[in-house]
Each structure stands twice: as structure tokens, then as C-alpha cells.
């Protein structure tokens, strides 16, 4: 089995910041990607930020210049560092891993729980 716990969610005002973490545990022989996708109540969820083994990354364009994403692969750990917030990034974070258990298996998506962000006005 394989969890991904997330931490550091919270309210912060407009303008603020606020660091992310997810840890992955568990029956792991390698990850290749990590990200992270936010959901707003009704809306769709959506690509934040992604980062490949070798830390190549990706953002949405909504966050670029604001957001960074990085990791640790000793620890099994994506972080996201949150600069500027605005109120439309509030939506409940989710962090992704693409893990492969063994050198036989195949790769498999696994998700956090999710954590809210409230960037209040």
C-alpha cells in the first residue's frame, strides 16, 4: 500500500504565503511524477503544478511567477510554495504521485486526502 499524507493548509490573507507538503509512504520502488491539483466547490479540478524526478516543472499559467514546486526524494516528498495568493486560488489541494511498487509492476497514480486553502479578502 502507498499514502500520501499532505499538510500545511490553511486561511492566510490576500497576498500572503503559505508552504504545502506531501509525503509519500509505503510499499514504493521509485516515483517518477509528483504535482499537485486544486479543486474549487463546483468547479473542475485542475493541474497546478507537476515536477519529474529529474525536477523538470510545469505550472498553470494562472499561477506562474507566483507558485513553485520542488521535492525531496529521499523523503518521498512535493512541496509547494504558495507567494501572492489571491482569492481565486482557494480551493482544497490535492497532491499527486505516480509510484511504482516494484521493478515488475507498473506505475500507478496515487492522491492525498486533499487540504484547504482560504485566501480570504
Known amino acids: 500500500q502507498v499514502q500520501l499524507v499532505e499538510s500545511g493548509g490553511g486561511l492566510v490573507q490576500p497576498g500572503g504565503s503559505l508552504r504545502l507538503s506531501c509525503a509519500a509512504s509505503g510499499s514504493i520502488f521509485s516515483i517518477n511524477s509528483m504535482g499537485w491539483y486544486r479543486q474549487a466547490p463546483g468547479k473542475q479540478r485542475e493541474l497546478v503544478a507537476g515536477?519529474?524526478?529529474?525536477?523538470?516543472?510545469n505550472f498553470a499559467d494562472s499561477v506562474k511567477g507566483r507558485f513553485a514546486i520542488s521535492r525531496d526524494n529521499a523523503k518521498n516528498t512535493v512541496y509547494l510554495q504558495m507567494n501572492s495568493l489571491k482569492p481565486e486560488d482557494t480551493a482544497v489541494y490535492y497532491c499527486?504521485?505516480?509510484?511504482?511498487?516494484?521493478?515488475?509492476?507498473?506505475?500507478?497514480?496515487?492522491w492525498g486526502q486533499g487540504t484547504q486553502v482560504t485566501v480570504s479578502s
Open positions: 515536477i519529474t524526478r529529474g525536477d523538470s516543472t
Open positions: 499527486s504521485a505516480d509510484v511504482k511498487r516494484t521493478i515488475l509492476g507498473n506505475t500507478v497514480r496515487y
